[in-house]
C-alpha cells in the first residue's frame, strides 16, 4: 500500500516556541492531506484539510492563525504549531488522499510542550 | 452533527473466540464506512472499507464487517480471533456529498487478546 511519512516522530518544545511537522506521502501524489489531532483514549478529530496549491479548510474550533497549514507540493504538506503552549500537547496524525480516494495515514507525531 | 459511535471501549478476548465490534453513525445520506486498525507503536492502517455492492465486505487479515443500512451499523467481525489482533481498532465514516470526503472517526475499541 502507499505510504506516508510524518517528520518528526516526536517533539518536545519549550512553551511559547513553534513546531513544524512534516507529512509526506512517499510513493502517490496527494491533492489533498488531511491532519488530525488524537488526545488520549480518544478518537482523532479533523484539525484541518489541506489542498495543494490552496488554502486549507479548517474545522470549527481550529485556529488557522496557530495551527499553520502548507501544501506546497504534491508529496508535502507541513503544520506549524505556532506559539506552542502545554495544552497544545498532542498526537498529530497526518492522512493522505490518493487518486482512488483512500487515505493512508502517517505514524504520527507527539507533540509535547513544557 | 454527524458521528460515529463505537459501543465498547475495551474488549478482552482469550485466542480463538469470535470477534464483533459495534459501531453505528448517524447520518440519513449516503456513507462510506471504513475499519482501521493501529498496532502497538504503529501507525492506522485500513482493514476494509464500503462503497457500494455487497453490504458484507471482507478485509485484510480475516476481518469482515457487514453493513446493515436500516440499522446504520457496520459492525466488524472475526471467526477466531489471534494473539497479534491485539489493537486499537477505528470504525470511520466518510459523508458523500460532504466536504472533501473528510472522515469521522469513532473513538476506537482496545481489543486485548490473551494468548
Known amino acids: 500500500g502507499a505510504v506516508v511519512s510524518q517528520h518528526p516522530s516526536w517533539v518536545i518544545c519549550k512553551s511559547g516556541t513553534s513546531v513544524k511537522i512534516e507529512c509526506r506521502s512517499l510513493d502517490f501524489q496527494a491533492t489533498t492531506m488531511f491532519w488530525y489531532r488524537q488526545f488520549p483514549k480518544q478518537s482523532l478529530m479533523l484539525m484541518a484539510t489541506?489542498?495543494?496549491?490552496?488554502?486549507?479548510?479548517?474545522e470549527q474550533g481550529v485556529e488557522k492563525d496557530k495551527f499553520l497549514i502548507n501544501h506546497a507540493s504534491l508529496t508535502l504538506s507541513t503544520l506549524t504549531v505556532t506559539s506552542a503552549h502545554p495544552e497544545d500537547s498532542s498526537f498529530y496524525i497526518c492522512?493522505?488522499?490518493?487518486?482512488?480516494?483512500?487515505?493512508?495515514f502517517g505514524p504520527g507525531t507527539r507533540l509535547t510542550v513544557l | 452533527a454527524q458521528s460515529v459511535s463505537q459501543h465498547n471501549h475495551h474488549v478482552i478476548l482469550s485466542e480463538a473466540a469470535s470477534l464483533e465490534l459495534g459501531c453505528n453513525y448517524s447520518y440519513g445520506g449516503t456513507v462510506n464506512l471504513f475499519w482501521y486498525v493501529q498496532y502497538p507503536g504503529q501507525h492506522l492502517q485500513l482493514l476494509l472499507k464500503y462503497f457500494s455492492g455487497d453490504p458484507l465486505v471482507k478485509g485484510i487479515k480475516g476481518f469482515e464487517a457487514e453493513f446493515i443500512k436500516s440499522k446504520f451499523s457496520f459492525n466488524l467481525r472475526k471467526p477466531s480471533v489471534q494473539w497479534s489482533d491485539t489493537a486499537e481498532y477505528f470504525c470511520?465514516?466518510?459523508?458523500?456529498?460532504?466536504?472533501?470526503?473528510?472522515?469521522?472517526f469513532g473513538k476506537g475499541t482496545k481489543l486485548s487478546v490473551k494468548p
Open positions: 489541506s489542498n495543494e496549491g490552496s488554502k486549507a479548510t479548517y
Open positions: 492522512s493522505a488522499r490518493s487518486s482512488s480516494r483512500e487515505q493512508f
Open positions: 470511520a465514516v466518510s459523508l458523500i456529498g460532504g466536504s472533501q470526503g473528510n472522515l469521522i
